[in-house]
């Protein structure tokens, strides 16, 4: 197992410059980079690189009009004085440090704004890894033993109509019927705290947050009810039809027994291969349709913006960070196999 750990994150290392190198090349060819479009703002151009002539037809400026001196040092101001190749392996060492560099937008630590954006990824990515794993799981164990029952049937059918709703469509119905639309007027409409919440007693902070969160935590989680609930029932059928169950049944062995002792390790094994990402990725989840429309400033809008402003050391930063979590992420998931179940050996494949 300690071999195959090594090779994994000996893998890591070509993985991970792959993506970045690729990434990195199609950022180059993009138009409206950001020296074009701080020459716009010094120009009073819109930020789109597009202006207007009298007959409506647009066309684009460019750096038209700014003489030669100063776009250099506009240039060198973002590092694009250097070749392509050179800026690639500066960044790729800086990287190795975790210095993701400044955003050219916001004009502070690409690191420092992850972090200040954590809060509302992870009030939404947390609340709806728990939320679902704890209800899914022993809802799908629920329908497995009573396959079939008309409990089976009825939720399948709630389920499947809440995974049919895109989660954006359900965050503007709760907006409309309990965020003071046209029916009540329960839940706030934007945030996660209120303007007052500093003011607050400890308890009314934990009321107060609670109210914030609960619509967009609802329009996250039920589009996921259904792939989990029914991920887990059709892993736990698949194991209560198999041989070694009718032999323990044929032992004596009471249906408690069966189902916890011998069906449930071997049926939580698809399960375990969604766990370990699903964590972490719950830390950074963005969601950028549930952020807009809830009015929540999170990682989901700070890559869609970064990506509209041409922020490169934004785009870049994050990328390497969440393809590095993700690598280390699935290889947890091969350990978890390994723990779950003895059988499996990673070594013997070599």
């Not at 410059?17 to 819109?46: A, K, N, W």
């Not at 100063?70 to 210095?99: H, S």
């Not at 970064?306 to 870049?316: A, C, G, M, Q």
């Amino acid at each position: 197992m300690l071999h195959y750990i090594l090779k994994r994150l000996l893998l890591m290392i070509p993985t991970l410059f792959g993506v970045m190198l690729v990434t990195f090349m199609v950022t180059q060819f993009v138009p409206g980079g950001p020296v074009e479009q701080l020459i716009q703002q010094i120009q009073g151009q819109s930020t789109t690189g597009e202006t207007t002539t009298s007959s409506g037809s647009p066309f684009y400026r460019g750096n038209a009009g700014l003489d030669k001196e100063k776009l250099d040092q506009l240039k060198k101001l973002y590092g694009f004085d250097k070749p392509a190749y050179k800026r690639f392996f500066i960044m790729m060492g800086n990287y190795i440090t975790f210095d993701l560099g400044d955003s050219y937008f916001y004009r502070q630590s690409v690191m420092d704004l992850i972090i200040s954006k954590l809060p509302v990824s992870i009030s939404l990515g947390l609340w709806s890894f728990f939320i679902v794993y704890l209800s899914c799981i022993p809802l799908g164990i629920y329908k497995a033993v009573r396959d079939g029952s008309t409990i089976d049937v009825a939720s399948s059918t709630v389920v499947l109509v809440g995974y049919a709703i895109p989660g954006f469509v359900l965050g503007v119905m709760l907006l409309v019927l309990f965020g003071g639309g046209s029916f009540w007027d329960v839940f706030p409409l934007r945030g996660l705290t209120s303007d007052n919440f500093d003011e607050l007693s400890w308890f009314g902070k934990i009321k107060d947050y609670l109210w914030h969160v609960t619509l967009p935590v609802i329009s996250l989680v039920v589009s996921s009810f259904a792939v989990m609930t029914m991920l887990t029932k059709n892993s736990f059928i698949e194991e209560i039809r198999k041989q070694y169950v009718l032999t323990a049944r044929a032992k004596g062995l009471s249906e408690t027994k069966v189902l916890y002792k011998h069906i449930f390790r071997n049926a939580m094994i698809p399960l375990v291969t969604s766990f370990p990402g699903a964590f972490i990725g719950a830390f950074f989840a963005g969601s950028l349709l549930i952020e807009t429309i809830f009015s929540l400033d999170g990682l989901g809008f700070l890559g869609y913006e970064s990506i509209l402003k041409r922020d490169y050391p934004v785009v870049l930063g994050t990328l390497y960070l969440f393809t590095l979590l993700g690598l280390f992420a699935k290889l947890i998931t091969d350990i978890c196999y390994v723990l779950v179940d003895p059988r499996i050996q990673f070594d013997s494949a070599d």
